[in-house]
């Protein structure tokens, strides 16, 4: 098989979760911006809605920028035959990868058979490996799951992944009835890693990991290749920022006024590029770069991002109120500005 970008990360190597609603195109381009982690995801895109009439309503998550590489599409769905026809656009797209999501347990997901539903289905799940694979061509296919459905099963659902010989496993360190809601079992990560010595796929980790010190510390302690790193991302887009360095390092965030000025450039590239209706030209909407995708989404969605960003300092609650109230980014901005002129502004 040609080598892909896989074979070329140095060890360990940290990636960036998929979040839907959270890691869109513009998100993973402030953080690209910011500080870049080794590999991105897309958040996952509905393979059925890709090959329905609601296609074109899709394709802003498939947007990405150059700066992002490697980029990896993240497709959910239960349909193999749609597996295939989503490999082939995102080899079309440009995509440097694409990544499998059989570990979403969401409620609408899994009653589409798909996500952590896979889990209960290794025949189907195989099939949309195989499918996905055959419409791919030289792009690498990787797999995100988690240890089991209702209880830890990893011993019999591992090999089954394993079998069709992904690049990568992201292995959650819960099981799907676990959601978030006990702490992650790193152990099974290490589990997963013996279960796949000599196979040649990497494996990763991932579950409750807070920055890239406790990161490289994980995969120490677990032997894994590479660990990835959700939601530690919210408000802090410097996550991995000087990343080489770092590996020994504890976190890092700029001043204050740094970070409240990233989010009003957050807010503005939001709303310019995923609210507003694409400008027109003789591009086709798969084909168009981040600047003209077609747009649609809620200013709302952007709001879950301001309590990350506006949290740890005296009058971030106040601020915070002010701007869940917001409308637009030009009100962002104007409160940002105002508080930022306050005497008591904090360092």
């Known amino acids: 098989m040609k080598k892909s970008f896989w074979d070329n990360l140095e060890k360990p190597f940290f990636a960036l979760a998929p979040m839907a609603d959270v890691t869109d195109a513009v998100f993973r381009f402030i953080i690209a911006k910011y500080g870049k982690p080794e590999v991105m995801f897309t958040q996952f895109v509905s393979c059925d809605g890709l090959c329905s009439a609601g296609k074109k309503a899709l394709l802003i998550d ?13 497709f959910f769905g239960a349909k193999p035959d749609n597996f ?26 899994m009653k ?45 659902w591992l090999p089954i992944l394993l079998e069709q010989k992904p690049a990568a496993i992201t292995v959650h360190a819960r099981t799907r009835k676990e959601m978030s809601n006990v702490p992650a079992k790193w152990h099974l990560v290490k589990q997963a890693v013996a279960m796949a010595k000599g196979s ?44 080489p360095e770092r590996r020994v390092g504890a976190g890092f965030l700029p001043p204050l006024s740094q970070r409240l000025n990233v989010l009003v450039e957050h807010t503005k590239l939001f709303e310019k590029l995923l609210m507003q ?29 301001f309590k990350a960003y506006v949290s740890g300092f005296d009058g971030a609650k106040e601020l915070r109120i002010k701007l869940m109230a917001t409308k637009n980014a030009k009100e962002v901005e104007e409160i940002i500005k105002e508080f930022l002129k306050t005497p008591k502004f904090p360092p």
Request: aromatic share 4%.
């Open 84 to 109: 295939y026809q989503c490999a082939r656009l995102a080899v079309k797209l440009g995509f440097d990868g694409i990544d499998i999501n059989m570990g979403c347990p969401d409620k609408s997901v």
């Open 62 to 74: 498939l947007k990405y920028e150059e700066t992002e590489r490697p980029i990896v599409a993240q």
């Open 277 to 305: 209706p694409a400008k027109g030209g003789s591009q086709s909407e798969a084909d168009a770069p981040l600047e003209h995708a077609s747009g649609g989404k809620n200013f709302a969605i952007m709001k879950k991002h």
């Open 112 to 156: 589409q058979c798909a996500g952590a539903a896979l889990i209960k289905d290794p025949k189907l799940a195989a099939e949309i490996i195989i499918a996905t694979k055959k419409g791919a061509g030289d792009l690498p296919i990787s797999i995100k799951t988690r240890t089991g459905d209702t209880k830890d099963n990893l011993k019999e």
């Open 200 to 243: 040649g796929t990497l494996i990763i980790g991932n579950g409750d990991v807070k920055d890239l010190a406790e990161a490289r510390q994980k995969a120490k302690e677990t032997g894994c290749d590479g660990v990835m790193l959700g939601r530690a991302i919210f408000g802090n887009p410097w996550l991995f920022a000087h990343l």
